[in-house]
């Protein structure tokens, strides 16, 4: 049950694109199509982003988009707003039929 | 609409119990799968444990494997997170949350911190 890894922080400009990755093993990202995104802004519950790896719940801009290579699942913000500064966490589901949680993410849009 | 209150935290010794409440409003407990995740102070999100809309199915992350039970009362749309022989690492906010596809989460609660120290 390791966690899964995330770079510790991202950054970019308003309008541009930045990606987070999220690396796992086979027994979990690689495993399933059941990668999830949520991004926690400060003092708040996480918010659902990307469930499915590529899905978005109803309401989150089609800004938020996510993808996945073997082991290594990505979220993809473009357009960047000054409200997306946040902190960002992936989630798999596992063989063991648990959920592990990345790092998380820190970004900021400069 | 959909609503999840947690209750029952609160600051507590090295090797005691308490007892997390998730009273859910808007939606049916049993057909959801419902988990608990917590976050240490500063840190990351932790899965803690879930449990299957079954209402049998129930699994953990390790280091709380035997120490901590998940349980939910379809009754009273309340989840529950038992926590015993509690240690200073399992301070955190404890957050519920509903499943809707294989441990995508979609609502939370707000969180009920939990401080375990002597």
């Known amino acids: 049950q390791s966690a899964l890894t995330q770079p510790p922080s991202v950054s970019g400009s308003p309008g541009q694109s930045v990606t987070i990755s999220c690396t796992g093993t086979?027994?979990?990202?690689?495993?399933?199509?059941?990668v999830s995104w949520y991004h926690q802004p400060p003092g708040t519950a996480p918010k659902l982003l990307i469930y499915?790896?590529?899905n978005r719940p109803s309401g989150v801009p089609d800004r938020f988009s996510g993808s996945k290579s073997g082991n290594t699942a990505s979220l993809t913000i473009s357009g960047l707003q000054a409200e997306d500064e946040s902190d960002y966490y992936c989630s798999s589901y596992t063989q063991t039929s648990t959920v592990v949680f990345g790092g998380g993410t820190k970004l900021t849009v400069l | 609409q959909v609503q999840l209150v947690e209750s029952g935290g609160g600051a507590v010794q090295p090797g005691r119990s308490l007892s997390l409440s998730c009273a859910a409003s808007?939606?049916?407990?049993?057909?959801?799968?419902m988990h608990w995740v917590r976050q240490a102070p500063g840190k990351g999100l932790e899965w803690v444990a879930d449990i299957w809309n079954d209402g049998h199915s129930k699994y953990y992350v390790d280091s709380v494997k035997g120490r901590f039970t998940i349980s939910r009362d379809s009754s009273k749309n309340t989840v529950y997170l038992q926590m015993n022989s509690l240690r200073v690492e399992d301070t955190a906010v404890y957050y519920c949350?509903?499943?809707?596809?294989?441990?995508?989460?979609?609502?939370w609660g707000q969180g009920t911190l939990v401080t375990v120290s002597s």
């Open positions: 499915g790896v590529t």
């Open positions: 949350a509903r499943d809707r596809d294989w441990g995508a989460l979609d609502y």
């Open positions: 808007g939606f049916t407990l049993s057909t959801y799968g």
């Open positions: 086979s027994s979990d990202v690689g495993g399933f199509n059941r």
